[in-house]
């Protein structure tokens, strides 16, 4: 049975900054198999700000080498608020404490013990000690809370699945995105090599994603979702031996992203303003979202979109690659959401597409019951990676590049 309620969000308006912005519109409850659906239209609430100057940056251009950064994977808070920072190109795991001084450096490069050859990230367990993933090693690393490597795994799986570990999805459980391998046919493999190539990277069937949860001895425990990986296409130039096939993603297609921690983990498929969020038992409990229709594709969406990262390209680069793509199957509007995370509270942050040359990106807030709560705009050089106590944690990218760890307050947030 279906039952269908209009309820009006309580809780939105007590989350606005501005006490004097009009009311959240009224949201639609449907209750279906006991799945929770919160629908909401379209509105301009803010739910927080954030702070002007971070209360906290580690990272310089030039110092002490645990203070340069190459490419941060991830940045978590422990329970003590120590920061844990997993370098990806110094191939090292840096944890400083919550004034920013430098605790600790764990790892380097290799195959040993407590080394790395890709390191995706570094998450701390409510233990005090870390699981970090290599993607290159295919393993999974505990250390102790002094930083001693104390057991690996392999995450369990079909030989022709890889998998690309996201982060925590619950005690002593990671969370994957797992690429199914490519499905073949004899007639997609006959014909011209554009004819091949068309059947390797395009078609439903190569596009699928699977979001999996391991326990930390490697250990398979569920596919929480499906998704899809995406688009993508191409294009030929010449004839005969000397022809050449260029394969790409296609611009504007959307791409199936997760999220987990204790709270659960959250989907969603990238092609509108919507989540799926599965329960600790990978249940699907509550679908959120928010009507507002994405942006119809424009051929100046489509300039914006080569420019933002031609920049430094000549005239005739840019419209090659724009008379590429124009030959692709370009979907008809813009993405929906392209990044998730759970807030401390259980609420799900979701940002919204951005270009490449955007200085502010959207992140639209709901609550744990699937309310929506507002929106909050961040610089887009702020690439979040938690929020809680107060505060959103992540890796500010200046002008030349240089990664620095900041913490900024929520103004706002919750009053």
């Known amino acids: 049975m279906i039952r269908t309620a209009v309820v009006v969000s309580l809780l939105a308006p007590l989350a606005c900054v501005d006490s004097g912005a009009p009311p959240q519109p009224a949201a639609t409850v449907t209750d279906s198999a006991g799945i929770r659906i919160v629908t909401t239209p379209p509105g301009d609430l803010v739910y927080a700000e954030l702070a002007a100057e971070p209360v906290l940056s580690i990272g310089e251009f030039s110092g002490p080498d645990e203070l340069l950064f190459g490419r941060i994977q991830s940045v978590r808070r422990d329970a003590a608020g120590n920061l844990v920072v997993a370098d990806g190109q110094a191939h090292q795991i840096r944890i400083f404490d919550p004034q920013g001084r430098h605790l600790q450096s764990v790892g380097r490069e290799g195959e040993g013990p407590g080394e790395f050859e890709s390191l995706q990230g570094a998450w701390p367990v409510s233990d005090g000690g870390i699981v970090a993933a290599d ?11 002094e930083g ?34 490519y499905v073949f046919s004899p007639e997609s493999l006959s014909g011209s090599t554009k004819d091949v190539m068309d059947a390797m990277v395009g078609g439903e069937e190569n596009r699928r994603l699977l979001f999996v949860r391991h326990r930390f001895d490697g250990t398979l425990v569920d596919t929480v979702a499906t998704g899809r990986d995406a688009l993508r296409a191409s294009v ?18 959307p ?15 990238g092609a509108a303003y919507g989540v799926r969020v599965f329960g600790e038992d990978g249940s699907l409990r509550l679908i959120a979202r928010i009507d507002d229709p994405r942006a119809i594709r424009t051929d100046a969406h489509l300039e914006k979109y080569v420019r933002g990262y031609r920049s430094d390209s000549d005239e005739r680069e840019i419209q090659e690659d724009i008379e590429r793509y124009r030959q692709s199957p370009l979907p008809d509007s813009l993405p929906g959401y392209t990044d998730l995370l759970f807030a401390e509270g259980g609420e799900v ?46 890796v500010a990218t200046d002008e030349l590049g240089v990664e620095r760890v900041q913490l900024y307050g929520l103004a706002g947030l919750g009053s």
């Open 135 to 145: 993607i290159l090693l295919d393993r999974i690393t505990q250390f102790d809370a």
């Open 255 to 269: 791409r199936s992203v997760a999220a987990g921690s204790a709270h659960g983990v959250v989907v969603t498929d």
């Open 148 to 181: 001693t490597p104390d057991a690996t795994a392999t995450l369990a799986g079909s030989e022709d699945i890889s998998f690309s570990t996201i982060g925590l999805a619950g005690p002593g459980m990671l969370l994957s995105r797992a690429a199914a391998p």
């Open 349 to 394: 942050w979701a940002r919204r597409y951005r270009f490449e040359d955007a200085s502010v990106a959207r992140w639209d807030v709901f609550a744990a019951d699937g309310f929506y709560l507002g929106r909050v705009d961040v610089p887009a050089s702020f690439r979040i990676e938690e929020v809680g106590r107060g505060q959103a944690l992540g």
């Open 236 to 253: 030929s130039r010449g004839s005969g031996i000397e022809m050449e096939v260029t394969s790409f993603t296609v611009p504007f297609s």
